[in-house]
């Protein structure tokens, strides 16, 4: 089982960035997908999560409206589409995955990481 986060880089404060995480070794059907990030001297947080179950999908509050989940079965892959990107986005990005109809922002339900992908936002 694997995951591969990838689409992170360096962008100015209002640009967008989409992140991809492509699963191997499982199909994403019945499991709960989510992103999560850590920044320099901080806690792991969530970002959000999905179902894809039944495409249930929640966001952590500082990224409400600005980012979007989603997933997409026939490539295995879930998306991060993040716009409106403010420094304080600036993290590493992870994704993760558990075997549940229950997505959660909470890191410790999952089973499953990736490695992890570098966004920095500054102008």
């Known amino acids: 089982v694997q995951l591969q986060a990838s689409g992170g880089g360096l962008v100015r404060p209002g640009e967008s960035l989409r992140l991809s995480c492509v699963a191997s070794?499982?199909?994403?059907?019945?499991?709960?997908l989510g992103w999560f990030r850590r920044a320099p001297g901080k806690e792991r947080e969530g970002v959000s999560c999905i179902s894809t179950s039944d495409g249930s999908k929640y966001y952590e509050d500082s990224v409400k409206g600005r980012f979007t989940i989603s997933s997409d079965a026939a490539k295995n892959t879930v998306y991060l589409q993040m716009n409106n990107l403010k420094p304080e986005d600036t993290a590493k990005y992870y994704c993760a995955a558990v075997r549940s109809y229950y997505p959660s922002l909470n890191f410790w339900e999952y089973d499953y990481w990736g490695q992890g992908t570098q966004v920095t936002v500054s102008s």
């Open positions: 070794g499982f199909t994403l059907e019945y499991y709960a």
